[in-house]
């Protein structure tokens, strides 16, 4: 170990200079001996449960065969034909879809307007304004559910309260199959947009002031200066942020979790959820694994599509 | 507890308390990371999951030398404990369901008493919905909720499920019947076609007289006393569940005390139970709770008895049957809804209802009839 440390600046001149075989030379064996410890690591805690996820999900791994390792049976791709076949699973996935292309660009426009006006010229106390829209982020949600559970209450909460005053009836927030999944939408974006909101803040204070300055010479309007100066400076920070939110909403699962346990009648129930009642509740260890290869899917699928619609408008630009 | 350590000094209990909704997952993994306590409560709906996990002990050993037996306790209760043959669990408080009604209102449709059986109930229900008028009706039956279809059919004879818990019986003649006679309610619009989440309150809506009858729990004795008006805290009552000829059964519920699997203090453990199944034990605790005692002797005391609402329970509880006992019977439960709601809102007819429901709890119940196979094949062969 010390000899290859020894030669290290002598080998490091070296293949400045000329390509090498990358497992080649005592510079390279050192190198691999430092990444040997977290490789291992993600290969025994990442890729180890995947594999053997996949595993799971090829087989009816379930409560008898907890009890009973010799009862698990290979059924091949049965799971996911299972799922395909199942109202609930395309309930959830509706529901899951909901969230992420409802919730999430929801999310981004929140947090983008409020970085905005956090990082206005006129706004004052610009660190209280940034702690007071982090806060709901580091927040334990099951606190805030709690409040969150006072407010949505339909007949003294505070939201219903505030509606009445403008003649808007009562409304079962949590209770009303129409109106749950908005009101988990409403906490989730809340909850969660104080994260992104920081992103954006540290991307528009990388926006070069002469780029601004140089608009207001060419007389261009508010609007005009965001549509055309900070949004396109923001591109990279935006594809950063939007593909995170969406693959977080993706897989929402504890605001329903607390909030409604994916009722009322199923109408806020996601993928996530599914998969955590099929496996935790039920025991279906083998489908919620093929629940969650499907969700993986497709989140890649979604993920993908961000990045090509990105790549294809810098393209165009 | 402070009672039993001092009886027993050599033994100190710790007790831990958990809110029921987060009670089944706390122990599931407990049971998986090996931290069970030595002594639990235990839904007596979970006892076949877990039973079937081998997370429980077998108490059979245990009862065959003591004082407590299946005949101290409500026969239908002491069965939701028993698992292929073995007990695994103490009843400690029981739950059932019966009718809650309103005296005035059957009393201003001509009846002094609740009917017992199901002819003379909807003959009653019929008169409460004639005299109240539109938008009146005799009971309300959440659609969303599986209890009442599911009692119906045990008091009908239906097994529910068929071949050691390995196919539904739901198109067997004696659910169909029931089934018949549960859709009917609905259809001569004896009850509304509405679940729990369309009804704001149904404490008001009782008040009010929507309807006069409820089928529901203990509970629901507290809620009641505070939630109705003054004015009717004389006017409401309990009765048995009404069968298809005379009294009927309604489903066997409530907790059981436990030993868990690799508890270290078996004997400890067991003086623990036993001390807590006391009938002097039980009465302090349903004064405490409002949980009813399982243990016969408790319902001699006075209190339990000399109140008519609490003595239906009583009555009930001397005739209940257990639900099956296999681990996806909740699961089950929630498609008997499921397939009696789109029945009820003429989705489908009841015969394909009854269909679907067998077609879809045969392919939940598949591993088990595998099982089952495997099991008849190993024993051939040995």
């Known amino acids: 170990m010390s000899a290859g440390v020894g030669v290290a600046p002598a080998a490091a001149v070296d293949a400045g200079g000329a390509k090498r075989a990358p497992l080649a030379g005592p510079q390279a064996r050192a190198g691999l001996a430092l990444a040997l410890p977290s490789v291992a690591l993600i290969l025994v805690f990442f890729f180890g449960p995947v594999l053997y996820g996949a595993w799971l999900s090829l087989t009816d791994f379930d409560i008898y065969a907890l009890a009973d390792p010799s009862s698990v049976r290979f ?56 702690a007071v829209y982090f806060a709901p982020v580091v927040t334990t949600l099951v606190a805030v559910a709690i409040v969150w559970r006072y407010l949505y209450q339909p007949q003294y909460g505070l939201v219903n309260a505030f509606l009445a005053k403008f003649g808007i009836p009562r409304v079962d927030w949590l209770g009303d199959p129409h ?26 204070q990388n926006v070069p002031r002469e780029l601004h300055e140089a608009a207001e010479l060419d007389g261009a309007r508010a609007w005009q200066k965001f549509w055309n100066v900070t949004l396109p400076e923001l591109a990279p920070v935006f594809l950063f942020v939007s593909v995170t939110t969406v693959i977080n909403y993706f897989q929402l699962f504890a605001e329903p979790y607390v909030m409604t346990q994916g009722g009322p009648l199923k109408s806020t129930n996601s993928l996530v959820l599914l998969m955590y009642e099929q496996g935790f509740r039920w025991w279906r260890l083998g489908y919620a694994a093929a629940l969650a290869f499907i969700l993986f899917a497709v989140i890649l699928v979604a993920t993908a599509a961000q990045m090509w619609l990105q790549q294809r408008r810098e393209r165009a630009a | 507890m402070r009672d039993f350590e001092r009886e027993h000094p050599g033994i100190r209990v710790q007790v831990q308390q958990i809110p029921w909704t987060a009670a089944h997952e706390k122990l599931l993994t407990a049971h998986v990371g090996g931290s069970l306590p030595d002594v639990g409560q235990l839904g007596n709906s979970w006892i ?35 698992l292929d043959g073995v007990t695994y669990g103490v009843p400690w408080y029981v739950d059932t369901r019966l009718l809650f009604y309103r005296k005035d209102m059957l009393a201003r449709a001509g009846y002094s008493s609740m009917p017992t059986d199901w002819r003379g109930w909807k003959a009653c229900l019929r008169a409460i919905k004639e005299h109240g008028g539109p938008g009146r009706y005799g009971i309300f039956l959440p659609t969303n909720e599986w209890m009442t279809p599911v009692v119906l059919g045990l008091q009908a004879g239906s097994p529910l499920l068929a071949d050691g818990g390995t196919r539904g019986a739901f198109q067997e003649p004696e659910f169909r019947r029931a089934f018949e006679f549960y859709l009917g ?121 000399a109140d008519e609402r609490t003595r239906a329970f ?43 429901l067998d077609r879809l709890v045969d392919k939940m119940l598949e591993k088990r009839r595998w099982l089952a196979s495997r099991r008849a094949a190993g024993a051939k062969k040995s």
């Open chain 2, 185 to 305: 309610i609905f259809r001569d619009k004896l009850a509304p076609a509405i679940g729990f989440n369309e009804i704001a309150n149904k404490y008001q809506e009782l008040s009010r007289g929507t309807f006069a009858m409820m089928v529901t729990g203990p509970w629901e004795l507290g809620e009641f006393t505070r939630r109705l008006p003054d004015s009717l805290q004389t006017q409401w009552s309990t009765a048995v569940m009404p069968g298809p000829n005379g009294p009927g059964a309604s489903f066997a519920g409530g907790s059981s005390l436990v030993m868990f699997h690799g508890t270290r203090h078996p004997a400890e453990a067991w003086e623990l139970v036993k001390f807590l199944s006391r009938p002097e034990q039980q009465v302090r605790f349903w004064r405490l709770t409002g949980d009813l005692p399982a243990r016969r002797e408790a319902w001699a005391d006075t209190v339990l008895t």
């Open chain 1, 179 to 204: 109106w749950a999944l908005p009101a988990i939408l409403v906490l989730a974006v809340w909850k969660n947009f104080g994260y992104n909101l920081l992103i954006f803040v540290a991307g528009l």
């Open chain 1, 75 to 130: 059924i091949g791709l049965g799971n996911y034909a299972h799922a395909f076949a199942e109202t609930d699973f395309w309930n959830a996935l509706r529901i899951t879809l909901v969230y992420a292309f409802v919730g999430a660009p929801i999310s981004v426009a929140v947090s983008l307007a409020a970085a905005l006006l956090v990082d206005a010229k006129t706004t004052r106390w610009k660190p209280f304004f940034r």
């Open chain 2, 314 to 356: 009583g009555d009930q509880l001397t005739h209940t049957v257990p639900c099956p006992m296999v681990p996806e019977w909740e699961e089950i439960a929630t498609r008997v809804y499921e397939q009696a709601d789109r029945a009820i809102r003429g989705a489908t007819s009841a015969d394909s209802a009854l269909a679907t």
């Open chain 2, 48 to 82: 076949s999951e877990f039973g079937t996990l081998k997370a429980l002990v077998p108490l059979d050993p245990w009862l065959a030398h003591g004082a407590l037996g299946r005949d101290a306790y409500f026969g239908g209760i002491w069965d939701t404990n028993v």
